[in-house]
């Protein structure tokens, strides 16, 4: 049994105590509670399992897991450890099988998870071999549920949690589908090392204050201000939110000039503005939609960028952020050619969000030596409901809100 040691203080969760960030008991705890308890980890894209056969290696948390399609068209996911001495099952990245063996010493699953051979079972010439009584039924990795929302695969090892529509929320549902509402292919994808706990960058993605002050990018442009039309929607539970924004020209003021903030900077002209056109997909008119699930999920969509992003804790003071990018499958050549251009606006190198890729270990740099003493999450209120405005940090008190619960250091106990 892992024992909690994070004293929660203050009012709501508008003060996080900066210990959630380096305890490595913390981190353990989360790995059984959250990602291994009643939540859905993102696994994959339904896309990039195309046929019977094909599968990915992916993570819910730090365990790994083995996602792949079978025969019967169904997606089947399962732990990728051997149940003999537990090495990886699946070592590629992604392939075609039809089945799977352990290089180790070569005992055998299908692609449901199933056990179905080990080695010289029955010994060699009479000698050695596994006992009678050995039932290869009774042994095998972890099986996860499997659920599908709009080509978003996602698994759980949890019975309890709610199915994934009602996971999600109508709210949040009907925000997914308005990108994902067709097809899609996979354009490009990378990899990015953060130096920090993965929670500061699932706050940092909740974060619509930060986004036009930390990125010059998007405010010298004109992406995003706090100034144009937008707003931030949480969902009940507070673990799932969309921030969106319009580009609106008519929307540029001093506010920022008048604060002498660092982000609006009229020294900075691209030579190349084509980076920035694009084409309207959508009669809304929203031109940037960030969106995130419990714990690790992130769908994008800056202008015509698309993309979902899996966040991943590799120990306490580390992360995986996978990015994997997408175009429909139905897009014209020019389409295509702007999403592959704009998405030099994300990613490690990003022209907005490789800001997003230091700032995380700015804070775990920061805060050593101070485990005793909190951040200030207040901006807004100590609420975390939805916004209309996107100067507050109510997504980022929802994120803890839901955190808490999953982690049984909900306020009552800390009365
Ligand atoms: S560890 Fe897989 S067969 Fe031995
Ligand atoms: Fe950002």
Known sequence: MIEQVIQWKGAGNTRIPYALYVDGQTGALEQERIFRGEVWNYLCLAAELPEAGSYRTSFAGETPVVVVRDSDDEIYAFENRCAHRGALIALEKSGKADNF??????????????????????????????PEHFCKKEHGPRKLRVATFCGLVFGSFSEDVPDIEDYLGAEICERIERVLHKPVEVIGRFTQAL????????????????????????TTFELNRLSQKGGVIVDETGGHHVSFSVIDPGAKDDTYKDQAIRSDNEQYRLRDPSVLSGFKEHDDGVTLQILSVFPGFVLQQIQNCLAVRQVLPKGIHRTELNWTYIGYADDTAEQR????????????AGFIS?????????????????TDMEAVVEMGGDHSGSSEGRATETSVRGFWKVYRQHMGQTQEDKA
């Open 101 to 130: 063996q352990c290089v180790y010493h070569a005992w055998s699953y299908n692609r449901q998870g199933d056990l179905t051979g080990v080695a010289f079972e029955k010994g060699v010439k009479g000698q050695g071999g596994m």
């Open 337 to 348: 050619k702007v999403r592959l251009k704009q998405a030099n606006l994300v990613g490690p």
């Open 354 to 370: 490789m800001e997003d890729g230091a700032v995380g270990g700015f804070v775990q740099r920061g805060i050593a030596g101070a």
């Open 195 to 218: 130096p920090n706990n993965w929670k500061l960058y699932m706050e940092n993605v909740k974060d619509s204050y930060h986004a036009s002050l930390l990125h010059m990018f998007f």
